[in-house]
C-alpha cells in the first residue's frame, strides 16, 4: 500500500505545482476567472459554458479551482447549462486522465517503483479500492484527476471507471451548479453553505475509507 500511497503522492504533487505556478504568476485565480464569466454573459450562457467546459478540462494538466468554477457557471449561465457544462468539463477530463495514463502512465511507475512485485501489488491495491477513492475523490482538489489517471495506470476496467466517474460527478456538478444559481453577491450563502458541505462529507467519506476499507489486504490476481 506504501507503494500505492507514494505513487499517488508524486503525481498530487506535480498537479499542486502547476496550480502554484500559474497562481504566482497570476493567471487562472478565481477573480480573473469570474471576469471572463462576466464578459462571456454579456454575449450568451453557451459561452460561459463553453469557457466552463475548458477550464475543467484544463484541470487535468494545470489544477484549477474547480468547485469555484463549477459555482460560478451556475450563477452566470443557470443552475441547468452550468451543470450539464461542469460535468462534460470533469467527465472530459476524466477519460482523458484515464486513456493517457493508460497508455503512458507505466513509465511512470517504472520510475517510481523498481520492484515489479510492488508494482504488481500498487496495480492491486488501487483495482481494489479504487472505486470508492473515485466515488470520495471529491473531498479534496486534486484528488479527482489522480485516481482519474491511478485508474488508467492500474488497467481498471473501462466501464467500471466511468461508472465510478459519473457516480459521483453528475450529482457533484449538479449541487455545484444549483447552488450558484441560487446565489447572488449580496447572498451568496448557498454557495458558501454548498462548499462547506461538500467538502466535509467527502472529507468524511475518505477518513473511512482510509480507516477501514484500505487496512484490509490485497486480493491475489
Request: aromatic letters at 12%.
Amino acid at each position: 500500500m506504501s507503494s500505492l500511497f507514494k505513487l499517488m503522492g508524486i503525481m498530487a504533487l506535480f498537479f499542486a505545482s502547476t496550480f502554484i505556478a500559474v497562481n504566482a504568476m497570476g493567471w487562472l485565480t478565481v477573480e480573473q476567472i469570474q471576469t471572463w464569466f462576466e464578459q462571456a454573459q454579456s454575449l450568451s450562457a453557451l459561452t460561459v459554458a463553453i469557457i466552463v467546459v475548458s477550464l475543467l478540462f484544463l484541470d487535468l494538466f494545470i489544477a484549477v479551482p474547480t468547485l469555484s468554477i463549477m459555482i460560478l457557471g451556475g450563477y452566470f449561465a443557470g443552475a441547468y447549462v452550468g451543470a450539464l457544462a461542469a460535468f462534460t468539463g470533469t467527465l472530459l477530463a476524466g477519460i482523458a486522465g484515464y486513456v493517457l495514463s493508460a497508455k503512458f502512465g507505466g513509465k511512470l511507475v517504472n520510475v517510481v517503483v523498481k520492484d515489479e512485485k510492488q508494482r504488481a501489488e500498487l496495480r492491486g491495491h488501487f483495482r481494489q479500492h479504487g472505486v470508492l477513492m473515485i466515488l470520495l475523490s471529491r473531498a479534496m482538489p486534486i484528488l479527482p484527476e489522480v485516481t482519474a489517471c491511478m485508474s488508467g495506470i492500474s488497467r481498471m476496467k473501462f466501464t467500471t471507471f466511468l461508472l465510478a466517474w459519473c457516480t459521483v460527478n453528475l450529482p457533484y456538478t449538479f449541487i455545484a451548479a444549483y447552488a450558484g444559481s441560487i446565489s447572488s453577491l449580496e447572498n451568496p450563502k448557498p454557495a458558501i453553505l454548498t462548499a462547506i458541505a461538500l467538502s466535509a462529507f467527502f472529507w468524511i467519506g475518505w477518513g473511512l475509507l482510509r480507516r477501514f476499507s484500505l487496512k484490509r489486504p490485497v486480493r491475489a490476481d
